[in-house]
Every structure is written in structure tokens, then in C-alpha cells.
């Protein structure tokens, strides 16, 4: 969309103030500053020269949307039996899949048989990003934070409860196939890492929308600095071994 | 400090834990000063994850864990404040935003004690919430301290009988969270003993062990709160920890929570709820020492009963209280019964508990004592000869059991009358029944206890068989270093024997007789002895005049000396049946006095007194004690006296011919009282006056000296005579012209001792003329020249 601001060529000196609207400028797609692909909306001010290179200057605007619709209010758990046979079986359950960004992730871990030495479980927030389409479709991943849920072996029957505020996380909504261009997932990947530290984890995708300020009573306070960073004196540093486990 | 590598290198972890801790600590008071809770908060979370550590043994975890929660303490203080500018919500999301779950948790509930300070929320939300967070951590030794963090930071905050926080909130809740906190608590330190481990097995169990405190806490927190009332207790509360204790199978945890929780809890809650209680015990684990438990428990119990005798009468009347006791004692029995492992001396101490328990709270009650003395039999019966490997631990155990009574009672014929209190004492092997039946006397002696029955006696008798005589069962020598005092001992107990009734006391002492004679040689010559002389003072003050009584006892004294004669003390025998001779004669017995004296005395001086300074002392004693009797008629004595003259004149050693003669010459008087042979006594009395001097006379020269000694002594012996029993003052000059004639012959310096002591005499002579006149026909001036 473009304005023309001035439209007879003159000489311009000193301050001069100049009105403009765009009327229903259409913003379909939130503003977004990914790894591989950024969306942006700004405004281009540029002063065309005879004589010389054209000025341009440019201002960001970023763009939230919030939802017009209502969403639907089906928010279904997400629940899963997983195990390794004799070796491990764990049934996990978030309350919900679908959150808003300064939600709080509730969820429990029953541990229906344990037969190996986990040393801890933690739940990472996994952020993916798809660009591209049709065969050239480039994903990249990011870790956005670990979270201990879990320290220690657990007996059969253990039920431990999960509970992550988001706040603490920069997040944005799931962007679904944006302009066709690209996409933003997350992902909840429950992991447990056993004595020998080999890991066992489960991924599960999560929705995240955005609510109106109004309806969100929570606001972001910073996060508090990962003690893992520091760990404690001695702490033995393996290099962690990976193995997949399957789905049952 | 030890010089253990690994406790080197334990001590080296923990003090660097320690310096980042206090670093940390040191860093959030800094931020807490600036009042910049964020930075505090995260200073807080770094110095947490130095718990986080699986390297130190719980007993330096324990070190760190106290230094940590000091520092956590400034954090709450200042929250507590309430100038950071957040709500109290606010802040309880913003900790859990820390990734990892231990500091999270530490924080969560640092910041959720707060928040129920601030009584902006009901305490259970938190309580429940904090007890549901806390599953998160599993691993043993760190959710072990984590869960008594949240313990401790509640500890004040428990809604309950007026306190504060009660608002949405009863004591039910802070009953729920304790015991859901306990039982987490047991769940983690039970396993504790199966991860794996970098330390023994032993020095796990070790370590765990002290950790049981932690567990145990809670359920003092339990007992601690006032709401919590005996109602809540027996119906509610009680069980659930009673199901946890049960279910987590674990023989040191079963051990020290069930002590724990009888030391915990008020006894008179455990009075009430006693069946549960027991019940419970009883299905413990195999392994766990139920006696010892079982054996606190009673203790508690007594002591309950003991301080509170008047609330227990009123309530329950003392039926209940005795009930008690019969419910303890049935309960061990069953104890016994359905545990398949029953450690013996465990059980003894158990046993002990229980007798402890009788005499605290029902003093009265002797036959209890019996019962509990029916247990140890049966429960050391056919162990104590060494057929299992703690037969010296039973023995122990058994000898403390029955020395209690002894010490209690201060009053061994309470014991006696407890059948199985003495059917123990003699299942036990030799030496143990020695020691405990040496007590036994030993007891009896020192209070003076009097033994008046014949059956007493004689129970105590049969049970002091190692003292007493030869047991079938003994082991080594009896007659070792112990040997003088246990017989003396024995002695001592023959005057513990009475009856007022004399015959009654006869017949104890015959069947103290009867014990003692089968006690061998070596034992009669203890006990005999003054079991005689027992007997004989008995008569003695015994007033009686049953004649027939007298005799029966004067023929035990004869027996009991016989006895002593059979079995090889001629000396002794000898001087007893003088004593009975006189015994007898004094009482108006002439013929047993005389059968003693001849039968008795002189038989034994013929036969078996052999050596001459015996025979000499013997005959001397004999003479005493014929010069004391007075009973027999004029033939009698006659012969009597003659029968010793001859005798005396037979004597080995001349000098002890002329002593005896002289000491015979004194029996004479006694015949005055016969009245028509006073003439013939009288020369009889001068002959052997005579016939010693002549003895004396008739000895080597060389002898000088000791016929000097001689002669002098029949002098004053003459001296004597004349006054007590009317010797003739003339026998009495010429044994001084003897005595004269003896001295000049002898060349005897004037100044030498005998010469001063036949002053002295003269003098004395000299002296007595003035009382009595016999003594002025005595010719002493013939000795003037050898004195000039």
C-alpha cells in the first residue's frame, strides 16, 4: 500500500509535518523474528531526488493479532502409555493440549513399572520452524528451556506432578503455514535419563494461541537464572549417549 | 580426623560444597539488602543446586543441608517483611520458574511458608500443594531432606487447637500433610538401602540408621498438636501411621519408627489403643526386635501407671490397672509363640521389662512375680547348658532377672515361696546356680531375714546345693580361693534359723543337720560348728523343762558333733562335747553330760588325739570343764576325777604331768559338797600337789628355768586352793619349803623374774591373811634368809 505525501516537487527545509492514514491496511500474520524467517511489517518513507539517491527511511511496527474468533473451547488432553517392555512404562498426561502464552502447563506422570535407574525427567519446550514449501521445506529446531520435573529413580505407582508456567519462556503462537511460507510448531518433549545416561524421550505437540490482555491475569516476570549453569562442584560431565525409545 | 581415604575425600567435597553454599548465601544477602528479590531469588536457587550433589554420604548431606537452610531462613525473614513489591502469589510463581527441581522446590516452600503467614491463603492450599510438588523429588537422601525442610518450615504454621492459622483450615489438615510428609519420608529412606552405592552396605545401613530421626519427627510433630485428641488418635491417625509402618517391611525402619512412636505419643493414648498397638507388633517383620520394642513399651507403661496410680484407680478402677499387667504377660507369651524367631535373652529383657513393670505398679502383687518367673522357665529350659550359641547371653540375662526380686523383695523367704522363681534357679548349670544361690544367702545374711519353718529351711536348703554339698553336676574344684567365704557364709545363715517355739526350732536345726552332714568333710567343719553351738545356746536360753525336748536336742548337738568326729576333727569334736557335757549338765542331764564327757570327750582323747601338746590341751579343758559341772552324783565324779588324775599322770612331757596333775588337784574341792570324804579329798588334793612337785623335782637341771616356771605356777595355784577350796594351809609351807629348797638349789639370783614373781606371791599370801585367816597359818617366813 502506498501513499503519496507530497505531490508537487519542491524544496523542503526545515520541519514539515505531513498527514497520512492507511485505511484498512490488512495485517493478516503477526509479526515474527524466527531463525531462518522473519515477517515484518514497517513503514517506508522514501524522498525521491533528482539529483541525487533517493532517501529512504524505514519504522518496524510489530503486530500482535489476536484472535477474532472464539476458539474452540475443546481443549483435550493429551495422554500416552509409553514404555520399553520390561524395562520401563510410564503413563504421562498434559490436562490440556492447547495454551496461551502465559498459561501453565499441568500434567502428571504415573510410573506403571520401572526396572531401570532414572536419575532425573525433564520436559524441554522445543520450538520448531518449517520454511519453505513442497520439496524444499527447511525445519530447524530450538531448545527454548529445560524444565527438572523429576529428581531421582521413582518406585512403581510414583505419580509425579507436572506444572510449568509459561511466562518465564519467549514464546509466540503455532503459526500455521504462514503466507504458505513457513510455520512455527512447539513441542513438549518429555525426557528421562537414566544412570547410564541414556535417555528416553517422547515428543508431543502442543498448540499455543494468544489471548487478549485482558483475559490473561498473568504477566511475564523474568526468569529465573537456570542453576544448571552453575552445577554443583564435582558433578560428573558424561557425554549423553542417545536412544530413541519406541511408542508402545 | 580419620585417616580414611574416602573420608578425606568426603570431607574435601562438603567443605567446598559448604564455601559455594555461604558463597551464594553470602551473594542473596547482598541482593536481599539492595532489596532486589529477583537477584536474591537467583543467588538462592545457585546455592540450592549445591544440594543437588549424589556425592556426599547423608551424614555430610545432612552438614550442607543445615548450612543451606540458615541461609534460606534470612530469605524467608526478609520476604516476611514485605516490602519486595510483589504479592505473595506473585512471588509463589515466580520461584517455580527455576528449572531445575531441587532449588525450585526448596524455594517453593521457603516462599509457601510465607504465604501462609501472611494468612492471605488457608494453610492447607499450601500444604497441599507443597506436599504434592514435593513427589517430584525421589531420589532418596535429596527428598528425604527436602521433605523435612518442608517439615520444619510448617512447623509453626500447623492450623490446630488455637493456633493462628486456622482460618479454611482444621487440624485434620495438618494431620494430613504430617502423615502424607511421613509417609513419603519412610516410602525415600526405605529405599535408601537398595540404590546403588559408593559406601558398604554396613556403613549404609549405619547411616541410615541416624537419618531416622527425620522420619521420626513427624510423628513427634503429630504428638505435638493439642487438637489432635485420643478420639482422632484411635480412630484415624494411629492406624494410618500403623499401615505405613506396616507396609513399608523394612526391619530397621519397622524398628525405630515403632519406638519412635511409643516415645512419641502420650502413654495414656497408648493405654487406650493397647490391642491395635500390640497387634501391630506382632505382625512386624521378621528381623525386627519386636521384645525390644515390646519392652518400651512396658516401661512407658509403668511408668505411666506409677505417676498416675489415683487418674487410673478412678477411671478404671484398679482391676484395669492389674488387667494390665495379665494383658503384658499373655501378650509375651504370644509374643514367644507365633514369632518364628524368638531370641532368648531379647526375650529375657522383654521378661524383664514385665517384672520391672509389676514392681513399679503392683508391689502387692507377689504371685505376678511367679508368673513372670513361669516364663523364663519355659523359655530358657534346656538352653542353659550351653545347647545354643547365646547360652552365655541367656545366662546373663537370667541371673539379672532373678536378682531383681532379691534386691526388691529384701526378703528371701517371699522368693522362696515362688515355685518357679526357685524351679529357675535350678535348671541353671553349676557355677551360675552358685553365684545366684551365694547371693541368695548372701541376700539373707545381709537383712537379717529369719527363716522360721523347718519347710523353708529345708527349701532353702536343697536350693543352696552348690554350697551346701557335692552337686552331680559340678564343674572344677569346689574347694578353690571361694571356697572359706562361701562356707562361712552358709554358717552365717544357721543363726538366721528361729522359732519362738523351741521344739519347732529344734526341728529346724535338725533339718539344717541333716543338709550339712551330706556336705562332705571339708564343709561340716564350717557348718557343724555352729549349728552346735546354735543348738547348745539354744537350750541355753530356752527356759524349758521338758526334759524330753532337752534330750532330743542335746542328742542332735551329740550327733552333729559325732558327725564332725566321723569325719576326721578330733580336736574340735573333742572341745564340742565338752561344750555339750556342760550344756547338759547345767540343764540337770547328769547321764548325758557324763556320756559325752567319757563316751564322747575322752574316747576321742584316747584314739585319736595323738600329738602331746594336744593331749595336754585337751586334758587341760577337760579339767576345766569338770571343775564346772556339778551335777553328777559322788561316784561319778569320783571316777570322773580319778579316771583324769590317771590320765593327766600319763601324760608325755613331764612338765605337762606337773601342769595337769596341778590343774587336777583344783577338782578335789568339789567334792566338799559331798561332805563325808572331805578328809580323803583333801590328801587327794595334796597328793597330786605333791606328786607335781615331785615331777618337777625329778627334771634335769638343765631345765632350771622352766622348773622354775613350773614351780612357781603351783604355787600360786596353791594360793588359790587354799581359798577356794580349802586346801591346807600347811600343803601350801611346804610347798613353799619345796619351792625354797628349789630355788637355793638352783643358785637363782634374787633379782632374776621368777624370783620377783615368788615375791610378788609372798606378798600376795601376806595380803590375803587379813581376809582370811587360812592364810595366816601359811609359814612364808622361811623364806626371809633366801630373800635377805
Known sequence: MEHQLETEPGVLEGSTMFEFSFDNAEKPFESYNGMNVRLRYFLKLTIMRKFAANITREHELWVINYPSQQLSPKNPSIKMEVGIEDCLHIEFEYFRSKFHLNDVILGKIYFLLVAINIKYMEIALIKKESTGSGHNVYNESDTLAKFEIMDGAPVRGEVVPIRIFLDGFDLTPTYNSIHSKYSVKYYLNLVLVDEEDRRYFKQTDIQLFRLPPENSKREGFAQLEDPDKQPPSKRRKKKKSSKSKSKK | ?788
Request: hydrophobic share 40%; glycine share 4%; with cysteine.
Open chain 2, 1 to 788: 580426623m580419620s585417616n580414611d581415604p574416602f573420608e578425606i575425600e568426603q570431607q574435601k567435597l562438603l567443605n567446598e560444597a559448604i564455601q559455594v553454599v555461604n558463597e551464594q548465601g553470602q551473594c542473596m544477602k547482598i541482593e536481599l539488602d539492595r532489596n532486589s528479590l529477583r537477584s536474591a531469588l537467583t543467588a538462592c536457587a545457585s546455592m540450592i543446586s549445591e544440594l543437588r550433589t549424589s556425592l556426599l554420604t547423608p551424614r555430610n548431606y545432612y552438614a550442607l543441608y543445615l548450612v543451606a537452610s540458615q541461609h534460606l531462613n534470612s530469605l524467608t525473614e526478609h520476604i516476611e517483611m514485605g516490602d519486595h513489591g510483589l504479592s505473595m502469589n506473585e512471588l509463589y510463581e515466580l520461584v517455580q520458574l527455576c528449572g531445575n527441581i531441587l532449588p525450585r522446590l526448596y524455594l517453593l516452600i521457603a516462599v509457601g511458608s510465607c504465604y501462609i503467614k501472611s494468612k492471605e491463603i488457608p494453610a492447607k492450599d499450601i500444604f497441599h500443594d507443597l506436599v504434592e510438588m514435593t513427589k517430584g523429588v525421589q531420589h532418596p537422601t535429596r527428598g528425604l531432606f527436602l521433605r523435612s525442610f518442608l517439615s520444619d518450615s510448617t512447623r509453626e504454621l500447623l492450623p490446630d487447637r488455637g493456633s493462628e492459622y486456622n482460618r479454611g483450615s482444621t487440624v485434620n489438615d495438618s494431620i494430613d500433610l504430617i502423615l502424607t510428609n511421613f509417609t513419603e519420608m519412610n516410602k525415600l529412606w526405605v529405599r535408601m538401602q537398595h540404590g546403588k552405592s559408593f559406601i558398604s552396605q554396613a556403613r549404609k545401613e549405619a547411616e541410615r540408621k541416624q537419618l531416622g530421626s527425620l522420619i521420626g519427627k513427624n510423628l513427634q510433630r503429630l504428638a505435638e498438636l493439642e487438637g489432635l485428641t485420643i478420639g482422632i488418635y484411635q480412630s484415624d491417625v494411629l492406624t494410618r501411621i500403623l499401615k505405613q509402618i506396616d507396609k513399608c517391611g523394612d526391619v530397621l525402619a519397622q524398628q525405630i519408627l515403632m519406638e519412635t512412636l511409643i516415645l512419641a505419643f502420650s502413654d495414656e493414648y497408648h493405654l487406650r489403643t493397647l490391642p491395635t498397638l500390640l497387634d501391630t507388633v506382632l505382625k512386624l517383620t521378621d528381623g525386627v526386635n519386636i521384645q525390644s520394642i515390646v519392652g518400651l513399651l512396658i516401661e512407658r507403661l509403668s511408668a505411666y501407671i506409677k505417676e498416675n496410680p489415683s487418674k487410673s484407680t478412678h477411671s478404671q478402677g484398679v482391676e484395669e490397672e492389674k488387667d494390665i499387667f495379665l494383658v503384658m504377660s499373655d501378650y509375651v507369651v504370644q509374643v514367644a509363640s507365633e514369632r518364628d524367631y524368638v531370641d532368648t535373652p531379647d526375650m529375657l529383657r522383654l521378661i524383664g521389662s514385665l517384672l520391672n513393670m509389676v514392681f513399679e505398679c503392683f508391689p502387692g502383687e507377689i504371685p505376678y512375680v511367679d508368673i513372670i518367673f513361669d516364663l523364663v522357665y519355659v523359655h530358657i529350659d534346656g538352653k542353659t547348658r550351653g545347647e545354643t550359641s547365646d547360652c552365655d547371653e541367656i545366662l546373663r540375662e537370667t541371673r539379672k532377672l532373678l536378682l531383681v526380686p532379691m534386691e526388691t523383695f529384701q526378703n528371701i523367704t517371699t522368693l522362696l515361696d515362688l515355685s518357679n522363681y526357685t524351679k529357675v534357679i535350678e535348671i541353671l548349670p553349676y557355677e551360675e546356680r552358685k553365684y545366684v544361690v551365694t547371693r541368695l544367702a548372701q541376700n539373707a545374711v545381709d537383712n537379717d531375714t529369719q527363716l522360721t519353718s523347718v519347710e523353708e529351711v529345708d527349701l532353702l536348703l536343697s536350693l543352696l546345693g552348690p554350697l551346701v554339698r557335692d552337686c552331680d553336676d559340678k564343674t572344677g574344684n569346689d574347694y578353690d580361693e571361694d571356697f572359706d567365704e562361701e562356707q562361712n557364709l552358709v554358717a552365717s545363715m544357721i543363726s538366721l534359723f528361729y522359732n519362738p517355739e523351741f521344739e519347732t526350732h529344734i526341728n529346724i536345726l535338725s533339718t539344717a543337720h541333716e543338709h550339712f552332714s551330706a556336705g562332705g568333710i571339708k564343709r561340716i567343719t564350717y557348718t557343724l560348728v555352729p549349728l552346735v553351738f546354735s543348738t547348745l545356746q539354744l537350750i541355753q536360753k530356752s527356759g524349758t523343762q521338758d526334759k524330753t525336748l532337752l534330750r532330743k536336742a542335746l542328742k542332735l548337738a551329740g550327733t552333729a558333733v559325732t558327725s564332725l568326729h566321723s569325719a576326721g576333727k578330733p580336736d574340735i569334736s573333742f572341745r564340742l562335747y565338752l561344750h555339750a557335757a556342760l550344756a547338759a549338765g547345767k540343764l540337770g542331764l547328769p547321764q548325758m553330760s557324763y556320756d559325752f564327757l567319757t563316751k564322747g570327750a575322752l574316747t576321742i582323747y584316747d584314739e585319736e588325739i595323738a600329738s602331746p601338746k594336744n593331749r595336754f590341751d585337751a586334758m587341760i579343758l577337760f579339767v576345766a570343764a569338770l571343775k564346772e559341772l556339778d551335777c553328777f552324783s559322788h561316784d561319778s565324779y569320783d571316777t570322773l576325777v580319778n579316771q583324769t588324775a590317771v590320765t593327766c599322770s600319763r601324760l608325755l612331757h613331764p612338765e605337762h604331768q606337773a601342769r595337769a596333775l596341778t590343774a587336777t588337784a583344783g577338782l578335789f574341792v568339789s567334792a566338799l559338797d559331798y561332805g563325808e570324804n572331805q578328809f580323803v579329798e583333801a590328801k587327794l588334793m595334796k597328793d597330786k600337789l605333791s606328786k607335781a612337785a615331785k615331777l618337777v623335782n625329778a627334771m634335769e637341771p638343765d631345765y632350771q628355768e622352766l622348773k622354775e616356771e613350773l614351780i612357781l605356777e603351783m604355787l600360786d595355784y596353791g594360793v588359790y586352793l587354799v581359798g577356794a577350796n580349802n586346801l591346807d594351809p600347811t600343803t601350801l609351807s611346804s610347798l613353799i619349803t619345796v619351792t625354797k629348797n628349789f630355788f637355793e638349789e638352783g643358785k637363782t639370783s634374787n633379782t632374776s623374774a621368777h624370783a620377783i614373781h615368788l615375791k610378788k606371791t609372798l606378798k600376795r599370801i601376806n595380803q590375803l591373811s587379813s581376809e582370811n585367816e587360812a592364810y595366816g597359818e601359811v609359814d612364808i617366813y622361811q623364806l626371809k634368809d633366801f630373800f635377805s
